[in-house]
T-cell receptor, first 113, second 115 residues
Framework: NAGVTQTPKFQVLKTGQSMTLQCAQD?????MSWYRQDPGMGLRLIHY???????DQGEVPNGYNVSRSTTEDFPLRLLSAAPSQTSVYFC????????????FGEGSRLTVL | AQSVTQLGSHVSVSEGALVLLRCNYS??????LFWYVQYPNQGLQLLLK??????LVKGINGFEAEFKKSETSFHLTKPSAHMSDAAEYFC?????????????FGTGTRLQVTL
């Protein structure tokens, strides 16, 4: 019963490097999203998708790209990492976009030097 | 735009004491409200939700929350704290409509339970 799987769990990057955080869910959920968690700021929405082929920006989308080619996968790309992107990233999915009942992955801790 | 405010970033209670975590929302229409819990080094999991049915909502692990429209509050309570309740708790509200609907989180309250 995997649920939402995120990889990698830890990553250290140098400023300017690129990388992709992977997210996969096996619950056939239409809605998927990416959040970042920073101390004292709660969780902030980066990007979300209401179905394959459809993505939209959240609260803090700058510096991040997403795509949704399948229902299962929703990767988050950092094109040119900056120290301000040091954070813990969470992928979450839901059966639909308005229930608010999100299922979260375990998180990916990213450090940008 | 709807938002939530959690009063108190840290709350400490003794084991067996009442837990009260405060959440106020700003909304011009009845919202959907949620409490999530995050244990150390884990993702968030749903504790309970309010969706305009009963105003007193019961969740997992003995927690409950009461929706009070007159006070725009959705405080989380548990009659008797247990050591295993130590975690960070997030209040959240749905914002937007239709396909733009999304969940907005508060800044979180870390609950410490002492012997």
């Amino acid at each position: 019963n995997a649920g939402v799987t995120q990889t990698p769990k830890f990553q250290v990057l140098k400023t300017g490097q690129s990388m992709t955080l992977q997210c996969a869910q096996d619950m056939n959920h239409e809605y998927m999203s990416w959040y970042r968690q920073d101390p004292g700021m709660g969780l902030r929405l980066i990007h979300y998708s209401v179905g394959a082929g459809i993505t939209d920006q959240g609260e803090v989308p700058n510096g991040y790209n997403v795509s949704r080619s399948t229902t299962e996968d929703f990767p988050l790309r950092l094109l040119s990492a900056a120290p301000s992107q040091t954070s813990v990233y969470f992928c979450a999915s839901s059966r639909d976009y308005f229930t608010g009942e999100l299922f979260f992955g375990e998180g990916s801790r990213l450090t940008v030097l | 735009a709807q938002s939530v405010t959690q009063l108190g970033s840290h709350v400490s209670v003794s084991e067996g004491a009442l837990v009260l975590l405060r959440c106020n929302y700003s909304s011009s229409v009845p919202p959907y409200l949620f409490w999530y819990v995050q244990y150390p080094n884990q993702g968030l999991q749903l504790l309970l939700k309010y969706t305009s049915a009963a105003t007193l909502v019961k969740g997992i692990n003995g927690f409950e929350a009461e929706f009070k429209k007159s006070e725009t509050s959705f405080h989380l309570t548990k009659p008797s704290a247990h050591m295993s309740d130590a975690a960070e708790y997030f209040c959240a509200v749905t914002t937007g409509t239709g396909t733009a609907s999304k969940l907005t989180f508060g800044t979180g309250t870390r609950l410490q339970v002492t012997l």
